[in-house]
């Protein structure tokens, strides 16, 4: 069974940097049609995706975040991390990462969806 | 961009009542790329439907999803207490590739 587990610092300063990790155990972060994701999930609000990458290292983020965020993975630790800087109050969230399958139905047709989520982890942003 | 919208923001339904949740995409779709996700309080999301109408493991049949273009429905036949929770659509595209509706609360009347 697959499993995601973030990790990270949980209170961060205005202006600095968040780092978090996930860690995927289970399965090679190499193998088959997969991205891996970070989502967050602001305080009472909806999910807000940050951005994905493939194993060799594509990387897709948000247009409204791209400015401040990175995402790298390290195949050796199967692992991935999300670096977000110059955060502000409103970057608290609870941050999930997720795989993102990619598979092919029996016509040849792409999908694309969520199919395993880590719990989350909370990180404040405050001074 | 493509934008999603669910409706209604909240639904007040009792156990054994069908619940109908609407996602309505600003332009159309794939249904090869839609998406929904349940939420319970405190949890992280998971995978209920994928493709539309496709169940994923582990996702009762009393829930089913349709829909094509631009409106997609989710379909709960008979809720369960387990049920009561928060509802997201998603969304696959070229640019930006990922969005997330503003989800759809089934709370218990």
């Known amino acids: 069974q697959l499993q995601l587990q973030e990790s990270g610092s949980g209170l961060v300063k205005p202006s600095q940097t968040l780092s978090l990790t996930c860690v995927v155990s289970g399965d090679s972060i190499s193998s088959g049609r997969y991205a891996w994701s970070w989502i967050r999930q602001p305080p009472g609000k909806g999910l807000e995706w940050i951005g994905y990458?493939?194993?060799?290292?594509?990387?897709y983020y948000s247009p409204s975040l791209t400015s401040r965020v990175t995402i790298s993975v390290d195949r050796s630790k199967n692992q991935f991390s999300l670096k977000l800087n110059s955060v502000t109050a409103a970057d608290t969230a609870v941050y999930y990462c997720?795989?993102?399958?990619?598979?092919?139905?029996?016509?040849?047709?792409?999908?694309?969806?969520?199919?395993?989520w880590g719990q989350g982890t909370l990180v404040t942003v405050s001074s | 961009e493509i934008v999603l919208t669910q409706s209604p923001g909240t639904l007040s339904l009792s156990p054994g009542e069908r619940a109908t949740l609407s996602c309505r995409a600003s332009?159309?779709?794939?249904?090869?790329?839609l998406s929904w996700y349940q939420q319970r309080s405190g949890q992280a999301p998971r995978l209920l439907m994928y493709?539309?109408?496709n169940r994923a493991t582990g996702t009762p049949d009393r829930f089913s999803g349709s829909g094509s273009g631009t409106d997609f429905t989710l379909t709960i036949s008979g809720l369960e207490p387990e049920d009561f929770a928060v509802y997201y659509c998603q969304q696959y595209s070229s640019s930006p590739p990922i969005i997330f509706g503003p989800g759809t609360k089934v709370d218990i009347k």
């Open positions: 493709a539309t109408s």
């Open positions: 332009q159309s779709v794939s249904s090869n790329y």
């Open positions: 997720a795989r993102l399958t990619n598979y092919y139905d029996s016509s040849g047709s792409p999908q694309y969806y969520f199919d395993y």
């Open positions: 990458i493939y194993p060799r290292g594509s990387t």
